[in-house]
């Protein structure tokens, strides 16, 4: 689950990531730390939970948890990736080598 940001921890008032809908969808843009074999090449389609900020008519923001693919086709397979990256490997106790969204 990607709910982790630099500045925010485990604060949910201080999360900055936006969920924009755009049409049917719904654009997902900011940073979030410490996403445990968040990429990997065990699988050809990478599902995250993100947790994020939305505007709706009713309430001015709310945080949603989000289902974000890191690629997609038309079809449903996988096809083109999504902007995510890994930006990082992580070097702590345990978990070295991880790769880190």
Do not use: W
Not at 15 to 21: D, I, P, Q, S
Not at 27 to 41: A, M, N, P, R
């Amino acid at each position: 689950m990607n709910l982790t940001e630099p500045q925010a921890g485990s604060d949910l008032s201080l999360v900055r990531t936006r969920a924009e809908r755009q049409e049917s969808q719904y654009l997902i843009s900011g940073q979030k730390i410490f996403i445990t074999y968040g990429e990997h090449d065990l699988a050809d389609n990478i599902v995250h939970l993100v947790l994020a900020r939305t505007r709706t008519r009713r309430r001015r923001e709310g945080i949603s948890l989000s289902s974000c693919r890191s690629s997609s086709g038309a079809d449903g397979k996988p096809g083109k990736r999504n902007s995510a990256k890994c930006a990082s490997i992580e070097h702590k106790l345990g978990i070295h080598a991880s790769p880190t969204r």
